[in-house]
């Protein structure tokens, strides 16, 4: 495995492990929805460079999951809640940017393939 994507997959592991650590909710109101957007579209693409592409659908599949253990985890935690909409945010970042990845790749294999 390339040392550029063996990181990619450490940073993406990384940041979802961070994330069950952090008890304090620093994102202002109103903006924290943007903030689990940004943030899981961050892991997503990380983990989609980590594994080169090879699997969209285990990296979404793993990423919605981590969004949905992220919830339950901040049931058990008296400083965090638990909201529906910050997962629905974090499943849909991770549906675009696996959508976009996705595409970016079939339209770079059709360039590259003609003649």
Excluded: N
Excluded at 77 to 97: G, H, K, Q
């Amino acid at each position: 495995m390339p040392t550029d994507r063996f990181v990619c997959l450490a940073a993406g592991g990384g940041i979802m492990l961070a994330l069950l650590f952090v008890t304090s909710h620093p994102v202002p109101q109103g903006w924290d929805k943007l903030a689990h957007f940004v943030c899981f579209s961050v892991i997503t693409a990380l983990l989609w460079r980590g594994t080169a592409g090879r699997a969209p659908l285990a990296v979404l599949a793993s990423v919605m999951a981590f969004g949905a253990l992220d919830e339950v985890h901040q049931i058990f935690v008296p400083t965090r809640s638990a909201e529906l909409l910050d997962f629905v945010a974090d499943a849909a970042a991770a549906t675009a940017v696996c959508a976009v990845l996705f595409v970016r790749r079939k339209t770079l294999c059709a360039e590259s393939s003609e003649p």
